[in-house]
């Protein structure tokens, strides 16, 4: 999986940006190749918004489906949590054309923004996208859309604070099936010590395993560079990228 500027004509003018400047570029999943509007840190300075650009963590996620594609063989249905631009639930669909997705996120113009790749990405049978924020109106969202067997999160817990909604929406969310699932990956950052995840999993009544991915026969498909030009930039000494699989426990 990799990401590149579009290379049609016009593809540095004005026919390859979005009226607030955001640059459209091709990231490639496996044979899949998605369109997206990324915010380019280089040209357009430090951003305000997170879902408004891709990161590492989403590449990784992707990776992980394309090349385990049991994970999405065995779901009827899949949620994206704090989609952003919505690489991840995308790819899901693209990969499994017979799973039903839902991509979600908790500010408005980012659902807008995932829409507009959705219908780049999509001729019919589109994946829905809806706002949705962690630990509100969960039980109509589950009138609307039932729960789902397995739900996608890359990068979204921001602060401390945000983990208990995250995984209380996680656990409202997953079916009940047993192989049900939550994927998240997460780059590793201070807030977000080892002992405050068993804390809050144990307070959510969730369980939990690390997956190591770093031996794995495709990691070398994650760029090691800190070159911040390049959106999936990846290097041990810069953040360590981990994946966390979130299950109920087998008797709830």
């Excluded at 408005?108 to 509100?136: A, I, M, S, T, Y």
């Excluded at 979204?156 to 995984?167: A, I, N, Y």
């Excluded at 201070?190 to 026969?217: F, K, M, V």
């Excluded at 390049?230 to 299950?247: G, Q, Y």
Aim: charged share 25%; proline share 5%; with cysteine.
């Amino acid at each position: 999986m990799a990401a590149s500027v579009e290379t049609a004509p016009g593809a540095l003018g004005r026919e390859n940006l979005s009226d607030d400047g955001l640059t459209w570029v091709d990231v490639e999943v496996g044979t899949q190749t998605i369109k997206v509007l990324n915010w380019d840190e280089v040209k357009q300075g430090i951003l305000t918004l997170s879902g408004q650009r891709l990161w590492p963590a989403a590449k990784l996620l992707a990776l992980l489906m394309h090349f385990n594609p049991d994970i999405l063989e065995g779901a009827k249905n899949v949620l994206e949590l704090g989609a952003g631009l919505g690489v991840v639930g995308i790819a899901a669909a693209k990969m499994a054309a017979n799973v039903k997705v839902m991509i979600t996120d908790g500010e408005d113009e980012v659902v807008d923004l995932c829409r507009e790749h959705l219908n780049r990405n999509f001729e019919k049978d589109q994946p829905q996208c809806e706002r949705l924020f962690w630990g509100e109106g969960l039980d109509e969202f589950k009138k609307q859309h039932g729960t789902f067997d397995l739900i996608l999160g890359s990068d979204v817990v921001e602060g401390k604070d945000s983990l208990p909604p995250f995984l209380h929406t996680v656990k409202e969310l997953l079916s009940s099936s047993p192989t049900a699932m939550c994927l998240q990956t997460y780059a590793e950052r201070p807030y977000l010590p080892h002992d405050l995840i068993e804390r809050t999993a144990e307070a959510c009544g969730l369980s939990y395993t690390y997956i190591e991915w770093e031996n794995q026969p495709w990691a070398h498909h994650m760029v090691q560079t800190q070159d911040p030009s390049r959106w999936d930039r990846f290097s041990p000494r810069w953040a360590k990228l981990r994946i966390i699989a979130w299950m109920k426990p087998l008797s709830s």
